[in-house]
Nanobody, 126 residues
Framework: QVQLVESGGGLVQAGGSLRLSCTASGRTFSSYTMGWFRQPPGKERDFVAAITWSGGSIYYADSVKGRFTMSRDNAKNTVYLQMNSLKPEDTAVYYC???????????????????WGQGTQVTVSS
């Protein structure tokens, strides 16, 4: 069992930055691919970024590539999402998720993840 807790959300002006954190409980955190998804108001939850267990592969949605950076610290059971040059369309609830044996395109689908956090709100004002 893995429990995930996100933090770091808030209100920021367009062009600003935020760093989200997701801390996991459980001794097997380092075995999991970790993903970030987001859900704007009234819309579906979409893929943002994912990182494999070793950090050797990182994947991004086209909409955030070049602006967002995902990383992980297995010693701290934590993954991060550094978000720069934020835009109003980045406004959403951001969720982290954990799944086993995910890589490539499988990291982009919600169904591949076994555990989800409660989400953290990010609001970007224009």
């Amino acid at each position: 069992q893995v429990q995930l807790v996100e933090s770091g959300g808030g209100l920021v002006q367009a062009g600003g930055s935020l760093r989200l954190s997701c801390t996991a409980s459980g001794r097997t955190f380092s075995s999991y691919t970790m993903g970030w998804f987001r859900q704007p108001p009234g819309k579906e939850r979409d893929f943002v970024a994912a990182i494999t267990w070793s950090g050797g592969s990182i994947y991004y949605a086209d909409s955030v590539k070049g602006r967002f950076t995902m990383s992980r610290d297995n010693a701290k059971n934590t993954v991060y999402l550094q978000m720069n040059s934020l835009k109003p369309e980045d406004t959403a609830v951001y969720y982290c998720a954990a799944g086993l044996s995910l890589g490539g395109w499988s990291t982009r689908t919600r169904t591949g993840y076994d555990y989800w956090g409660q989400g953290t709100q990010v609001t970007v004002s224009s």
